[in-house]
């Protein structure tokens, strides 16, 4: 079946240090989706990117979409400490756009020391 | 928006027990969707609604599972005779036929 994978699982950074997480899937995706979970919070929605080499920024997130749409990542540049929390890729469950559901990653638990 | 409501948002329950957990979508949401979340993993997609039916279940649903939104609004999720495997956070998000999901606070079992 479909596997989204994440590396790293934990990532430990001084605070203003940049952090990078990578997913790949071992399908070809339609699309990717990020989601940020706070601790003891619930997932929330974060980009969605559908074109492949597609590459947007909100702020200091900068995601990626690879060439061959089955990879991914997310980079935060001069992280704070409100960017603590778990950091989820996921892809459509069956072969379409995600209306279906979701396959998540395990996530990228990012911690941040001051 | 009023966001996706769940209740309760814990729940402490005895193995052997039955639970039931609530979900309200986003009124103008017609999908709705249960994943399970333990702990330091991701959310695993469970089963969905398009309006009232329900489309698809995972195999991770065993027969002790039975979820239903009736009238295409709320939907229940009710474990039978709980196990400590199934202490997790149930998720619940709901969409309007787009793939963005928006997801509600979870409610927590714990199975002692």
């Known amino acids: 079946g479909q596997q989204v994978m994440q590396i790293p699982q934990y990532q430990h950074v001084q605070e203003g240090e940049d952090f990078t997480t990578y997913c790949n899937s071992s399908?070809?995706?339609?699309?990717i989706q990020w989601y940020k979970q706070r601790p003891g919070g619930h997932p929330v929605f974060l980009i969605q990117?559908?074109?492949?080499?597609e590459v947007k920024k909100q702020k200091r997130l900068t995601f990626q979409f690879g060439e061959a749409k089955k990879n991914s990542s997310l980079h935060i540049t001069a992280t704070q400490t409100t960017d603590v929390g778990t950091y989820f890729c996921a892809g459509p469950r069956i072969g379409g756009g995600g209306a279906d559901g979701l396959t998540f990653g395990k996530g990228t638990h990012l911690i941040i020391q001051p | 928006d009023t966001g996706v409501s769940q209740n309760p948002r814990h729940k402490i329950t005895k193995r052997g027990q039955n639970v039931t957990f609530r979900c309200d979508p986003i009124?103008?949401?017609?999908?709705l969707y249960w994943y399970r979340q333990t702990l330091g993993q991701g959310p695993e997609f469970l089963t969905y609604?398009?309006?009232?039916?329900?489309?698809?279940k995972s195999r991770l649903l065993s027969d002790r599972f039975s979820a239903e939104r009736p009238k295409g609004s709320f939907s229940t999720l009710e474990i039978q005779r709980t196990e400590q495997g199934d202490s997790a956070m149930y998720l619940c998000?709901?969409?309007?036929?787009?793939?963005?999901?928006?997801f509600g606070q979870g409610t927590r079992l714990t199975v002692v």
């Open positions: 990117l559908v074109k492949s080499g």
């Open positions: 998000a709901s969409s309007r036929d787009t793939w963005r999901a928006f």
């Open positions: 009124s103008e949401h017609n999908r």
């Open positions: 609604f398009q309006n009232e039916a329900q489309l698809e």
């Open positions: 399908t070809t995706l339609s699309n």
